[in-house]
C-alpha cells in the first residue's frame, strides 16, 4: 500500500497524560499536512510541512501541540497534557508542492484520540 | 482569520434531483479545493480551482469559483446514491469549510 498511513488509528488516553502520533506520507510528496476533525465539522487545519521545515502554523493551535518532521519524510504529531476537548479525529494528508502552487492532498485514515 | 462558509449544512434529495452546495470566503482565495468524505473515511480529493470565473466539469458533477475569487460552488446533475457523503471546499486547500452532507433516497 502507498498511500498515507498513520498509526496508531485509535488512542485513548487520561486527561493529562501526553500522547504522540505518526505519519508517514507518500513516498515522493514533499508536503504534510496535520488536521484535527470532530464530528459533523471539516478538518481544522493545524500545521503543514514542506520537507522537514514547518512553513504554517495554526494560529489557534495551542502551544500543547508540536509537530516535527526531521528527515522530511515521516512526521510526529504530539499533545501534552491532553484535555477532554482534544478529543477528535487526527488527520494527516501529503501532497507534492512547488513554490506557492497548491497540489491535491492524499489523506491518511487518521488516528482517533478519546481523552477520559 | 480566514474564515470559508458552506451552505446548506444538509440536503435530502430524492435519486434524480439536482444538488448545489456554496462556499464563501472572508478573503479573497488564490485557490480552492473541493473533497468528498464519505461516512467513515477520509476526504478525497475531487478538484481544485485557480482562476477568476473558472468552470469546470467531471462527469456530472460541474465546479465554479467567482470572478471575485471568494465564492464557489458544487452541482451535481441528477444525483445517485453513489454520491451520499459531505463535501467540503478548501480554500488554499488548507481552510475547510464546515460542509455539507449530502443524503439521497433511492
Known amino acids: 500500500d502507498t498511500g498515507v498511513s498513520q498509526d496508531p488509528r485509535h488512542k485513548i488516553t487520561k486527561r493529562g497524560q501526553n500522547v504522540t502520533f505518526r505519519c508517514d506520507p507518500i513516498s515522493e510528496h514533499n508536503r504534510l499536512y496535520w488536521y484535527r476533525q470532530t464530528l459533523g465539522q471539516g478538518p481544522e487545519f493545524l500545521t503543514y510541512f514542506q520537507n522537514e521545515a514547518q512553513l504554517e502554523k495554526s494560529r489557534l493551535l495551542s502551544d500543547r501541540f508540536s509537530a516535527e518532521r526531521p528527515k522530511g519524510s515521516f512526521s510526529t504529531l504530539e499533545i501534552q497534557r491532553t484535555e477532554q476537548g482534544d478529543s477528535a479525529m487526527y488527520l494527516c494528508?501529503?501532497?507534492?508542492?512547488?513554490?506557492?502552487?497548491?497540489?491535491?492532498?492524499?489523506f491518511g485514515p487518521g488516528t482517533r484520540l478519546t481523552v477520559t | 482569520g480566514q474564515q470559508v462558509m458552506q451552505i446548506p449544512q444538509y440536503q435530502h434529495v430524492q435519486e434524480g434531483e439536482d444538488f448545489t452546495t456554496y462556499c464563501n470566503s472572508s478573503?479573497?482565495?488564490?485557490?480552492i479545493q473541493w473533497y468528498k468524505q464519505r461516512p467513515g473515511g477520509h476526504p478525497v480529493f475531487l478538484i481544485q480551482?485557480?482562476?477568476?470565473?473558472e468552470v469546470k466539469k467531471q462527469k456530472r458533477l460541474t465546479f465554479q469559483f467567482g470572478e471575485a475569487k471568494k465564492n464557489s460552488s458544487l452541482h451535481i446533475t441528477a444525483t445517485q446514491t453513489t454520491d451520499v457523503g459531505t463535501y467540503f471546499c478548501?480554500?488554499?486547500?488548507?481552510?475547510f469549510g464546515q460542509g455539507t452532507t449530502l443524503q439521497v433516497k433511492p
Open positions: 480551482l485557480v482562476k477568476s470565473g
Open positions: 478573503t479573497t482565495l488564490s485557490n
Open positions: 494528508a501529503s501532497s507534492l508542492g512547488l513554490g506557492g502552487h497548491r497540489y491535491e492532498q492524499y
Open positions: 478548501a480554500g488554499r486547500g488548507l481552510i
